[in-house]
């Protein structure tokens, strides 16, 4: 099986949370939670079956939840440095931006 397209799941979470700040948009955790869970199953679809990133998403009463970006951003921005996903993965986080970002989380769920 192909590895993942990113390293950690904190390359994409921490990608969406700069575009939505550079977007002027406040990302609400639960819409960062949307994203990251519709990124994994758009870039599975696209590339084949391929992961965009190392992650395991558990079904919670409010929808789809990756613990580990859960725990990490609950009080905020973890304090940890970026790493920009490879310049294909962004083109791709990119798109699905700008079909998805503008959505509401409860239109996302």
């Given at each position: 099986?192909?590895?993942?397209a990113?390293?950690?799941?904190?390359?994409?979470?921490l990608?969406?949370?700069e575009?939505?700040?550079?977007?002027n948009?406040?990302?609400q955790?639960?819409k960062?939670?949307?994203?990251?869970?519709?990124a994994?199953?758009?870039y599975?679809?696209?590339y084949?079956?391929?992961?965009?990133?190392?992650a395991?998403?558990v079904a919670?009463s409010?929808g789809?939840?990756e613990?580990?970006?859960f725990r990490?951003?609950?009080?905020?921005?973890p304090?940890m440095?970026?790493?920009?996903?490879?310049p294909?993965v962004?083109d791709?986080?990119e798109?699905?931006?700008?079909?998805f970002?503008?959505?509401t989380?409860?239109?996302?769920t």
């Open positions: 099986m192909p590895s993942a990113t390293e950690s799941c904190f390359d994409v979470a990608w969406f949370v575009k939505a700040r550079f977007d948009i406040y990302l955790a639960q960062l939670q949307r994203l990251l869970w519709l994994q199953g758009h599975a679809a696209t084949h079956g391929r992961k965009l990133m190392p395991t998403f919670k409010v789809p939840v613990p580990n970006v990490a951003f609950e009080l905020g921005r304090e440095p970026e790493a920009m996903p490879p294909e962004v791709f986080l798109r699905l931006w700008s079909r970002g503008h959505h989380t409860d239109h996302l």
